[in-house]
């Protein structure tokens, strides 16, 4: 199972830095990110980084098995088993990724998409709107850090912001930073901690 002990309440913040870089000879990318992760650091804060590209994440089915036949566990067997816990452990999930046709990788939505063993099926009123109740007692508040390219538009930046934002209400979180590679990786993690 899932269920996760030892949820992080109070202490030191820990962040979950999903690394949806489809492209290894990014080299910039992956620099920015570990500077990311360096400067959390450095204001006394955990991160750690998962690099969906070289793990096997399977497509969610839609089979709603961790729903109804075993809740909260996923019917895929492959390396989410290991995430999962890291997500309900973590005060910030930050989904980083280039933009590509103007959206999140691939990879970034499949793992976003395999989450749903985090909620449950049923559903609450939270801000005025029907959302799915929690199955731990943390929110699953998130965070945004995208790489624009060329062609790429500030409504496509606006676009994606704007989805994360609702992903993050599903999850009863906040988005609680959003940030393009053109601000300096320092800049954004005091920004991310609150300093």
Not at 52 to 61: A, V
């Amino acid at each position: 199972m899932y269920y996760v002990t030892g949820v992080n309440i109070g202490g030191e913040m820990e962040f979950l830095i999903m690394n949806g870089n489809p492209d290894p000879s990014r080299k910039t990318w992956e620099t920015y990110l570990d500077s990311f992760a360096g400067a959390l650091r450095e204001t006394g804060a955990k991160a750690q980084i998962q690099v969906l590209r070289d793990m096997d994440i399977r497509y969610c089915t839609g089979c709603w098995t961790c729903w109804w036949t075993t809740p909260g566990l996923c019917s895929h067997k492959d390396d989410m088993a290991a995430i999962y816990p890291d997500m309900v452990r973590a005060d910030v999930i930050v989904w980083a990724s280039p933009l590509v046709m103007g959206n999140v990788s691939a990879l970034v939505k499949k793992a976003q998409d395999r989450i749903i063993p985090l909620i449950h099926p049923y559903i609450v009123l939270a801000h005025g709107e029907c959302h799915h109740r929690r199955r731990y007692p943390k929110n699953i508040d998130m965070g945004l850090i995208v790489e624009t390219g060329e062609g790429d538009a500030e409504e496509d930046v606006s676009i994606v912001t704007r989805q994360h934002e609702r992903l993050s209400l599903n999850g009863r979180g906040v988005l609680r930073f959003h940030a393009t590679t053109a601000r300096r990786p320092e800049e954004v993690a005091h920004e991310a901690v609150g300093a």
